[in-house]
Nanobody, 124 residues
Framework: QVQLVESGGGLVQAGGSLRLSCVAS????????MGWFRQAPGEEREFVAA????????YYTTSVKGRFTISRDNAKNTVFLQMNSLQFEDTAVYYC?????????????????WGQGTQVTVSS
């Protein structure tokens, strides 16, 4: 069992930056691929970024490439999402998720564990 707790969300102006964190409980974090997803009001939840167990493999949705960076610190059981050049369209609740099978993918069905989410609001 993995419990995930996100933090770092908030209100930021367009063009600004935020860094999200997700801390995992338990001793299985380093064995999980990790992902970030988001859900905007009235929209379905969508994939944002994923990272491999060791951190040497990453995968991004097209709309955030070059602006967002996913990273992890296995010693601290934490995955990060650095978000730069934020746009109004990035406004959403952001969720981190864990895949104990280590697949670096955008498929929500691959992720067994989910956090409660953190709100990111970008003002235009």
């Amino acid at each position: 069992q993995v419990q995930l707790v996100e933090s770092g969300g908030g209100l930021v102006q367009a063009g600004g930056s935020l860094r999200l964190s997700c801390v995992a409980s338990g001793n299985t974090f380093s064995g999980c691929a990790m992902g970030w997803f988001r859900q905007a009001p009235g929209e379905e939840r969508e994939f944002v970024a994923a990272i491999s167990r060791s951190g040497d493999g990453t995968y991004y949705t097209t709309s955030v490439k070059g602006r967002f960076t996913i990273s992890r610190d296995n010693a601290k059981n934490t995955v990060f999402l650095q978000m730069n050049s934020l746009q109004f369209e990035d406004t959403a609740v952001y969720y981190c998720a864990a895949d104990p099978l280590g697949r670096v993918s955008g498929w929500q069905s691959h992720y067994d564990y989910w956090g409660q989410g953190t709100q990111v609001t970008v003002s235009s």
